[in-house]
């Protein structure tokens, strides 16, 4: 967001603050004041910054007070709008630690996430059931786009060595991909449980405060239905935290505030199913204007490791999905 550099001193000036120095990051500016550093954002878009502040508030009014709030102007206003962009300042958080991959974390993790989901429920923008279609669409999109790729690439005659060497892994992208739509369009669930959220959920989320977790970030212009960012980080804690048990602690800490039906499963798997990180890293090699080297070669073989991980704790996953549809 801030890659426009644009001139924020006037809006610096609404809030309680004497402004030192702006530093421009990547998608916001850094800020030293007189009261500490300072992280502004712009919005391109007002509405989704207004949501963004309603949830926010609504886990604080809840208990939930550890997640990154917008400060207040002069006027106690929670944010700036000017020129048809928003602008929200936080607390930089310059001491914080990242979070380890703990039972006890990942319970308090979902704990906090179904906290999150059920602020965003309650806010007025609902456009879930529009999200889930788009997301049903580009599945669908993905999945032919690719075939098509494969297709063509099998039958260029420049590159018999590299079709030997990795297209017997495209009947397997192929089908995971076939699996994850035929799941997002199967699914079925009443608008009221279809609500939006912040595109993707990873371990950058979380950080230790005074050795208490936080939650923070959230500002990307573009959203998805809650469940996507959900299965990002279940398929984060899946692969890089490695112990299934911590994958079930995040689901017992978000069952314990929300529970998630069986057709909720259904998506969350719709989503965890596709094989991103191996087919980012082979449609590499499909690229004629890349040459393909060592690394590029271990970066697939590391993918189909992670991929067959992760089908393990899918079949898990299955499972207590299962097991939820059956009768007490």
């Not at 429920?121 to 529009?130: F, L, R, S, V």
């Not at 798997?269 to 690229?287: D, R």
Request: one cysteine or more; charged letters at 30%.
């Amino acid at each position: 967001m801030a890659k426009e550099q644009i001139d924020i001193s006037p809006i610096c000036k609404r809030y309680k603050i004497r402004t030192i120095k702006i530093t421009p990051k990547t998608d916001y500016y850094l800020i030293q004041t007189n009261r500490g550093t300072k992280e502004m954002r712009v919005w391109p878009r007002v509405d989704y910054m207004r949501w963004s502040f309603g949830w926010r508030e609504q886990m604080a009014r809840q208990g939930f007070r550890n997640v990154e709030r917008f400060i207040r102007t002069k006027d106690s206003k929670p944010y700036v709008v000017s020129n048809k962009k928003g602008y929200s300042l936080t607390d930089h958080y310059s001491a914080a630690e990242p979070i380890a991959y703990t039972i006890d974390n990942m319970m308090e993790c979902g704990r906090m996430i179904a906290r999150m989901h059920q602020a965003q429920q309650a806010q007025a923008t609902q456009i879930g059931g529009e999200l889930l279609k788009r997301e049903q669409s580009h599945a669908q999109e993905v999945m032919v786009q690719t075939k098509k790729i494969l297709e063509q690439w099998e039958r260029e005659s420049n590159f018999k060595q590299r079709r030997s060497r990795w297209s017997s892994l495209f009947p397997s992208i192929l089908e995971r991909m076939e699996r994850s739509a035929v799941l997002i369009k199967s699914v079925s669930l009443p608008e009221e449980i279809l609500a939006a959220s912040h595109k993707e959920l990873t371990r950058k989320n979380w950080v230790m405060v005074d050795n208490k977790l936080f939650l923070r970030g959230f500002y990307k212009t573009s959203l998805t239905i809650q469940h996507k960012d959900t299965a990002s980080f279940l398929q984060e804690i899946a692969l890089d935290g490695g112990d299934p048990a911590l994958v079930d602690a995040f689901l017992d800490g978000y069952e314990e505030e929300k529970t998630l039906s069986y057709e909720e499963f259904r998506l969350l798997l719709s989503f965890m199913v596709y094989p991103q990180e191996l087919w980012s890293n082979l449609e590499k090699v499909l690229q004629v204007n890349i040459k393909e080297d060592n690394q590029v070669a271990e970066d697939i073989k590391q993918s189909v490791m992670r991929q067959r991980e992760l089908d393990y704790h899918l079949q898990r996953l299955a499972k207590r999905a299962e097991r939820g549809r059956q009768p007490s």
